[in-house]
């Protein structure tokens, strides 16, 4: 019972299908369901600051590309 619920619901998201392979269409849904869904999460990522920043970010002026095979490796 609970399963045919949950796929039910899904298909209300997807106009009656279970999976859309259209690009940029097949990870999202469409309707009143999937805009509650998304609300419901906004507001969770909110209420547990999942959307603030944290640290100073990513420096990327320490990457250096790794060698190919057979280049000389240096010691320093």
């Known amino acids: 019972g609970k399963a045919k619920h949950v796929l039910n619901q899904l298909r209300t998201t997807r106009n ?3 999976y859309v392979s259209d690009f940029g269409t ?3 849904g469409t309707g009143v369901y ?6 419901r999460f906004k507001k969770a990522c909110a ?3 999942l959307n603030k920043q944290r640290g ?3 420096d990327f002026d320490a990457f250096r590309p790794p060698p190919r095979p057979g280049d000389q490796l240096s010691l320093f």
């Open 34 to 39: 999937a805009d509650l869904l998304a609300q």
């Open 47 to 49: 209420r547990l600051d």
């Open 56 to 58: 100073p970010g990513l």
């Open 26 to 28: 097949r990870m999202k």
């Open 16 to 18: 009656g299908n279970l």
